[in-house]
Each structure stands twice: as structure tokens, then as C-alpha cells.
């Protein structure tokens, strides 16, 4: 005869409770969990304290003194409001005018370093992800913009579209002196913009292609093959089936570089001055914000330098929104 396993422990009384490890056991077990609660929490103390410092704070106070009138150093500051928003947008005769031409000139620029960078991107890495041979190598030559100090790679473009630099002597090599601008690519107000445009994209591009391979190295070969069988060619496969899949990774494009071209400045700042030269046909918001802010001498403008920040990270935030509702109707 056997007897059916105990699954219950039996007191003095005769009551049965829960089979379970004793209250000694258990006591332990929490202090431990107690224990390693507060070692992960004093591990990761220091991160969150340099951000609240460096970050909350920050912000919180930029925000602040986007509503008043200061200029950094003395000790007190007046309270206007909404007044610096008013006066960036449309009120002050000085401020609105040239923030107007800084918006359009962001437009231009939010509109076609995208558009230029995957352009350039998508084929670069379809080509990348078809080679054989050097692959890694190629990767690393193609990708040594991004890694390039920002600063050195500004000033060496500078130093290329000078009326005398390689740009213009190898046009005039290739006997296309007519296209030579004898003011320097940046010197032109007709071709200022659109040359830092380039030399943004040319930035950018080296992240766009790396996210564009790794896609391509993810999309299963069966569905190529299928494509391939049904009579598709190599531009029909890649246009209307590996692109398609990839619009994921083409948002994330779009809004990297949105974002660099709305508040990005440092290219405009190195390369066409604190002005936007020539003629302010290169000022940016971003390029006009840091100008409010540390360079109109002891003027109180850096609640409008404040205020403007705020305004750019609005729209950033309005674009993030649109290309997430955009993707979400994809899919």
C-alpha cells in the first residue's frame, strides 16, 4: 500500500498549512533582495545625479528664463512673459524680421539634406551590401566621416571651396571654368546655402548608409529569390521589394536629420560665420539662437536666445509626432 505525497505540514493542533521554507529562510531571501536593491541603486545614483545637475535643472531653467529679459550677468532678471516670443515671432521689428529669413533658410535645409542623404545613402549601401570582397574595409573608408573630428572636417571643406581651393581648380582642370565661382563657394549668395547643404549631407551620410546595410543584411534572400522568379529585375527588386521593407529605417533617417537641420549650427557657425555669410543668406535658427545667447555683447537677449531653443524644440518634437503617426498609418 503507498502513501500519496505530503503536500501539506501539519501543526501541534492538528491544523495543516502550506508546505514552504521556514520564516528563517525567508527573513534571509528579503534582506538579500533588500540588499541588492540598494547596491543597484547607489551603482546607478551617480548617472542620475549628473542628470538632474546637468539635465532636469537645465532645462527647467532654460525653460524660466525664456520669460524674462536678462543678459547673464547681472543679478536680477524682469519678468515679461510671453513678450520674448511675441517679439521672435512677430512683434519686434529687429528680431522677427531676421528670424523669418532663418526659418526659410532651416526649411531649405530640413527639406533637401534628407531627401540628399538617402539619395546617396540607400544606393551606397545596396552597392556595400553586394560586395564580396573588402566589404569591412569599405564600410570603414565610407564611414570615416562621421568619426572624423567635426571641427577639422569643417574647416578642411572651407578650405577646398575657396576661390582658390580644389574645387574650383578642378573645374577649371576639367576645362568647366564657367561653372568656377571666383567669390569661393561660400562667397556666392546663390551658392552659399546650398553648398553647406551638401557638406551636411556628406555628414550624414555615413549613418544612414550603416542603418540602410544592416537592413539589407537582415531581409531574408528567399524573398529576393521569390521576387527574382516572378520576373522582377535588379532595379524592379530593389525599388518595389527591398525598399518598401526598409521604410522603417528611412524614417529613422528622416528624423535624424530633420533634427540636425533644425537645431544643428556648429557647420554654419565654423564655415559661414556667426552672421550666416554672406549676407545672412546661411543664418539658421539654430545659428541665431547662439548668436542672441553669447554673442550680442552685455544686450538682454538671453531670454530670446531661451525662448527661440524652446520654439525649435516644438517643431522637433511636432516632426517627431507626424513621422510616428506616418509610419504607424504604414504598417
Known amino acids: 500500500m503507498t502513501t500519496a505525497p505530503r503536500s501539506a505540514a501539519s501543526d ?39 542628470f538632474a545637475v546637468m539635465g532636469a535643472y537645465t532645462v527647467g531653467y532654460g525653460f524660466v528664463l525664456s520669460f524674462v529679459q536678462w543678459n547673464g550677468f547681472t543679478p536680477d532678471w524682469d519678468w ?23 526659418a526659410i533658410n532651416t526649411l531649405w535645409v530640413m527639406i533637401f539634406v534628407p531627401l540628399l542623404t538617402i539619395a546617396v545613402s540607400f ?4 552597392l556595400l551590401n553586394q560586395a564580396k570582397r573588402m566589404q569591412g574595409i569599405l564600410n570603414s573608408v565610407y564611414f570615416m566621416p562621421y568619426v572624423t573630428t567635426g571641427i577639422a572636417v569643417y574647416f578642411a571643406w572651407r578650405y577646398i571651396l575657396q576661390p582658390d581651393g580644389a574645387i574650383n581648380l578642378l573645374l577649371g582642370g576639367l576645362g568647366l571654368g564657367s561653372l568656377e565661382q571666383p567669390q569661393g563657394w561660400l562667397g556666392n549668395p546663390d551658392t552659399a546655402l546650398g553648398t553647406l547643404i551638401v557638406v551636411i549631407s556628406w555628414g550624414g551620410v555615413p549613418v544612414a548608409m550603416l542603418l540602410y546595410l544592416t537592413g539589407l543584411q537582415s531581409i531574408d534572400k528567399s524573398v529576393l529569390e521569390a521576387a527574382q522568379l516572378d520576373g522582377a529585375g535588379w532595379w524592379r527588386t530593389q ?4 525598399w518598401p521593407m526598409l521604410m522603417p529605417l528611412t524614417a529613422v533617417n528622416v528624423l535624424l536629420n530633420l533634427r540636425e537641420s533644425l537645431q544643428g549650427f556648429q557647420t554654419f557657425l565654423v564655415m559661414a560665420g556667426q552672421n550666416g555669410a554672406p549676407g545672412g543668406h546661411t543664418n539658421v535658427l539654430g545659428l541665431m539662437a547662439y548668436r542672441l545667447a553669447f554673442l550680442e555683447d552685455l544686450a538682454p537677449t538671453l531670454g530670446l536666445a531661451s525662448a527661440l531653443g524652446w520654439i525649435l524644440f516644438a517643431v ?3 516632426l517627431a509626432v507626424i513621422n510616428l503617426r506616418a509610419m504607424r498609418s504604414r504598417t
Do not use: C, K, Q
Open 12 to 50: 501541534p493542533a492538528g491544523r495543516t498549512s502550506p508546505a514552504g521554507p521556514p520564516a528563517r529562510v525567508r527573513t534571509r531571501r528579503r534582506r538579500r533582495v533588500r540588499t541588492e536593491a540598494v547596491s543597484g541603486y547607489l551603482f546607478v545614483a551617480p548617472a542620475v545625479i549628473l
Open 80 to 102: 515679461v512673459g510671453f513678450d520674448n516670443y511675441a517679439d521672435l515671432l512677430w512683434r519686434s521689428p529687429v528680431y522677427a524680421p531676421e528670424v523669418h529669413e532663418a
Open 123 to 126: 544606393p551606397l549601401a545596396v
Open 239 to 242: 525599388f518595389s521589394v527591398v
Open 316 to 318: 522637433a518634437i511636432l
